[in-house]
């Protein structure tokens, strides 16, 4: 049986037996609190916590998951062994409110032994049995059924069924929330199969579980009391790897000499076989039997696990929109594939391999999973991208490394060394923990967490602060928002008056003032009493749901006190113009680029937008004017833009809802006609025509795989094409040409500019040859090497690059020292020869000594390194060295 068959079959089976067969939910999870989807069951933690209404009482699925950091992360443990792995699928059926223990246990046997034909006599089940300080009680309901079944097949219950304590058997959702006792299920892989489950939970690899049965029966309370749930549910789960490498390890439970490994399945080899085409090694499945000494076949085993586990997580992930970065699960992906391509490197796997692997991935899991294919060239070119990038870096980092291994004191990397890794060459801290292990070297951790938590600090210092949100005193009273369609002349009642570090902020009982959230900024405008009228500055949504006035000047309001609101309603209609132009927006990216797009952040004012999103790669200009003219189109068709209220459990499937937000049951869907509907609870215009004109102005990058894009609708637009017109104007009038001449105009001038500085750079380096060649003639010689230092004119790290390869390679000199002086500072370049390095000379021990002489930064590799200071060089400086 292969995996598909298996796979196949378990839907088939609880299909038969009334499961509701659902699709498997993406790796990015709805739950903010989780890196990626973990488990069968998170997209059914609404239903278990009573917060989504049943739509069907028996479901079943193959779960898409990966345990890649976080409190589940089996990333460190991939390729030491044949059952760890980041990505896995989860098969998995549910009960809720319907079947209980009986049921999920005559379920799970059946189709193990009558449909999988699992040996009998080869599996064990274990039960709830508490320990001391435990909660609940013995599970003898699990209990019973289980020794009914084994009697009925023959079979010893006393041997077949072993009882565990809360930490084998007990599953919580949290510290509070649904629980409940499980049943595992365990398979004896020993060659005999007499294990008599004594290897049961012992951590040996002839002993697997393959499946779990969950039952939850309580719920946790915070006095750490469990109460029953008025319903019962069951969760199981069953990792398809697992099986399906039983079953061919075993062939087909015939044979079961051989050591059991996920990876001799067919989810894995046609992977390994490309990974042989490309490298030309072979996969012989060994393990290593010390982490720290692997024989020569058993990294290159170690590395086939590890390339083909990453590259499955790394397709699926992408596919579901999950891109490579620098933050949050975006960053965990990126150094899942920086640790395969290091691996890649062992085997001499050629650049962008990768892509072909993942090629391999996609036609394998597509017909499962349809939005690999549907994703596919989103998912090579983010690969590719990310692989060219590492690539960059990678050698040089590598380099570096070798140098500190080798100069490494007291057999340890400092924490400084590694984080100069982390920081200037992306490289992951575990691979330098890694690479640093396999020489016998320790890496000092709780200093590159010192140096990470300084680089931390230096970000938050940077950061703009946002305005405090919690006032003293302030009372949970939330306002009732009326402000979507009236604007003016709106009757409220001050409820509250906060009076904080000089400023006031009023709270009325209704407002038409929207606060700011959700990337809409809050509103301005006027508050009248007693026939004044006072300037409402802001208006800002407090965490105890209070919409608070921003109020210019304090006055002697009172609680209680008939107040009129009037928002100022044409900076709001620009407000509103600029959110509607960020959705349509977001619809023309995902239809232009993908449906990988998902916001990532924005900000929605009277002046413009700004949009940020997962992204790849740079938009080119097509791109941008192929997302303009998708909004312009809009425009020009006048949509209907529509708001309504509706349960959660009930908005279309198609209907975006960003996974970073916590909704409630009552959630507002915003529509434009038939090609936009998100969740919003913005202000928007009546119709898209209301937009009049949308423009981009930019397009960047914010972070690896986070692109920005700022944009303007409007009166702001219509501003904009007017100073754009005027510096045409003024560009027509300067150059004395027409508008359509302007471009070839500034190419003439820029060819001139060119042309002046060659002639000047020819001067520059006649003088610096002059300067080369006094230098050479003053070399010194010490230990049988030939020494040199100077300083030269120079434009940038290049002239001084090439200086010290001339020093080097046309002169002969042995170890060279160069500086030059730039206008934000100075630049030394070293050198050292082979014939240097092998009498312990080191370029990068001298760049960092040098470095740290002038509290420079910078580093290289024994043969060459770079500098770079503050401060302008002088020839003393020089002098002063000692190399």
Request: with cysteine.
């Amino acid at each position: 049986m292969n995996s598909l068959e298996i796979r196949q079959s378990f839907l088939d089976f609880f299909a038969q037996r009334g499961h509701k067969i659902v699709h498997s939910a993406s790796l990015l999870p709805e739950s903010p609190n989780l890196l990626f989807t973990n488990a069968g069951m998170n997209q059914f933690v609404p239903i278990l916590l009573g917060e989504r209404a049943v739509q069907f009482s028996r479901a079943a699925d193959t779960q898409k998951c990966i345990r890649a950091g976080g409190k589940h992360n089996d990333l460190e443990d991939v390729g030491f062994d044949t059952y760890h792995h980041t990505f896995f699928e989860m098969l998995g059926n549910w009960s809720f409110g319907d079947y209980f223990k009986g049921e999920a246990i005559e379920f799970a046997w059946e189709f193990l032994t009558r449909v999988l034909h699992f040996p009998k006599e080869r599996l064990h089940a274990t039960v709830y049995s508490p320990k001391d300080g435990d909660p609940s009680a013995f599970d003898g309901e699990a209990y019973a059924h289980w020794e009914r079944i084994f009697k009925e097949e023959g079979l010893d219950p006393s041997i077949h069924i072993l009882k565990f304590g809360k930490k084998e058997n007990f599953w919580m959702m949290g510290e509070t929330g649904p629980c409940g006792p499980c049943s595992e299920i365990h398979m004896d892989l020993t060659e005999k199969g007499d294990g008599k489950g004594n290897l049961v939970n012992g951590g040996s690899p002839l002993c697997m579980e393959i499946w779990n049965l969950v039952f939850m029966q309580f719920n946790a309370q915070a006095d750490g009391t469990f109460s029953p749930l008025k319903s019962r549910h069951v969760d199981t789960g069953m990792g398809l790897e697992r099986v399906a490498g039983i079953i061919k390890t075993t062939k087909n439970f015939s044979d079961f000499s051989g050591k059991p490994s996920n990876y001799d399945s067919d989810l894995f080899t046609p992977i390994f076989d490309k990974i042989s085409a490309l490298s030309g090694q072979i996969y012989r499945g060994t393990v290593p039997s010390n982490r720290e000494s692997m024989a020569a076949q058993e990294k290159i085993d170690f590395s086939f696990r590890v390339i083909g586990d990453h590259i499955r997580a790394l397709t699926l992930a992408i596919a579901d929109g999950i891109l490579p970065g620098n933050e949050g699960r975006h960053y965990v992906l990126r150094r899942i594939l920086r640790r395969a391509i290091i691996f890649a490197k062992r085997l001499n796997l050629p650049g962008e391999s990768f892509t072909h692997l993942a090629d391999v991935v996609i036609g394998q899991m597509s017909p499962i999973f349809p939005e690999l294919e549907k994703n596919s060239q989103m998912i090579l070119k983010t690969i590719a991208a990310e692989e060219r990038m590492f690539e960059r870096t990678l050698d040089r980092g590598i380099l570096l490394l070798e140098d500190i291994c080798a100069g490494a004191k007291n057999r340890e990397i400092s924490g400084s060394d590694a984080f100069t890794l982390y920081d200037t060459y992306g490289f992951p801290f575990d691979l330098t923990q890694l690479i640093a292990k396999e020489k016998g070297l320790k890496v000092d951790e709780k200093d590159f967490q010192i140096e990470l938590e300084k680089q931390r600090e230096r970000a938050r210092n940077a950061q703009k602060k946002s305005p405090v949100r919690v006032f003293e005193g302030e009372a949970n009273m939330a306002t009732q928002f009326v402000g979507y369609d009236q604007f003016e002349n709106i009757s409220a009642k001050i409820s509250q008056i906060i009076r904080n570090e000089n400023v006031t902020y009023v709270a009325t009982d209704r407002t038409p003032f929207y606060g700011e959230r959700g990337g809409e900024v809050g509103d301005r405008g006027e508050l009248i009493y007693r026939g004044e009228r006072v300037a409402i500055v802001d208006t800002i949504y407090s965490s105890q749901g209070n919409i608070l006035h921003r109020i210019a000047e304090d006055a002697d309001f009172m609680e209680g006190e008939e107040v009129t609101l009037n928002v100022n309603g044409a900076r709001r209609k620009e407000i509103q113009r600029h959110h509607t132009a960020t959705h349509l927006m977001h619809a023309a990216l995902r239809k232009i680029l993908g449906n990988h797009v998902k916001q990532s952040g924005s900000h929605v004012d009277d002046r413009g937008l700004r949009f940020d999103f997962n992204h790849f790669s740079v938009l080119t200009g097509e791109e941008i004017a192929a997302v303009e003219d998708f909004v312009s189109a809009a425009i020009l068709e006048n949509l209907c833009v529509r708001a309504r209220e509706m349960p959660f459990v009930d908005i279309p499937a198609h209907c975006i809802a960003h996974f970073s937000e916590k909704y409630g049951e009552v959630v507002r869907v915003l529509s434009i006609g038939d090609i936009s509907m998100e969740l919003c609870g913005g202000c928007h215009a009546s119709s898209s025509g209301e937009l009049g004109f949308f423009k981009i102005v930019r397009e960047s990058a914010i972070a690896a795989g986070v692109r920005r894009i700022e944009a303007i609708a409007g009166k702001a637009a219509k501003d904009y094409v007017d100073r754009q017109g005027a510096i045409l104007l003024e560009l027509e009038r300067q150059f004395s040409v027409k508008s359509d001449e302007i471009v070839a105009k500034i190419q003439q001038l820029q060819n001139s500019k060119n042309a002046t500085e060659r002639r000047l750079r020819m001067i520059l380096e006649k003088n610096n040859r002059k300067t080369f060649d006094e230098i050479c003639s003053n070399a010194v010689s010490v230990d049988n090497l030939k020494k040199i230092r100077g300083i030269f004119e120079i434009d940038g790290a290049n002239d001084l690059r090439s200086l010290t390869t001339l020093a080097s390679k046309g002169e002969a000199c042995d170890v060279v020292v160069f500086g030059g002086n730039l206008a934000e500072g100075a630049i030394i370049a070293v050198s050292c020869s082979q014939n240097a390095v092998e009498k312990n000379y080191n370029a990068s021990h001298i760049a960092r000594q040098i470095a740290e002489k002038f509290r420079g930064k910078g580093g290289g590799s024994s043969t060459f390194g770079m500098i770079s200071m503050g401060k302008k060089l002088e020839f003393p400086d020089l002098e002063s060295l000692e190399f």
